[in-house]
Nanobody
């Protein structure tokens, strides 16, 4: 199983970025796909998650209304569109997948490499 994350970069506050995560290696129809982030000196936190089969979503309160998850089943890819970015969104973002509950804060076995997101003020 492999998860490949793409996107990230440097953006000014108020700007937008899109992250993508492509999964391969097995069928993910029963999985939850999630994005976590970890800022320097802080614990990793769950940002958003989506049920691969039904498309149900979960968002952390800190990103509700600004971040949107979507999926392309044919491409085995999940997208995280981040709008109205704030300096406090600066972190390394990781995608994760597993057959796990939508709002699970941990327990994922499969992780992609990190994508740096830096928001300047």
């Amino acid at each position: 199983v492999q998860l490949q994350a793409f996107g990230g970069g440097l953006v000014q506050a108020g700007g937008s970025l899109r992250l993508s995560c492509t999964a391969s290696g097995r069928t993910f129809s029963s999985d939850t796909m999630a994005w976590f982030r970890q800022a320097p000196g802080k614990e990793r936190e769950l940002v958003a998650a989506i049920s691969w089969s039904g498309g149900s979503t979960y968002y952390a309160d800190s990103v509700k209304g600004r971040f949107t998850l979507s999926r392309d089943i044919a491409k085995n890819t999940v997208y995280l569109k981040m709008n109205s970015l704030k300096p406090e969104d600066t972190a390394v973002y990781y995608c994760a997948a597993d057959q796990i509950g939508l709002a699970s804060m941990g327990g994922y076995d499969y992780w992609g490499q990190g994508a740096q997101v830096t928001v300047s003020s």
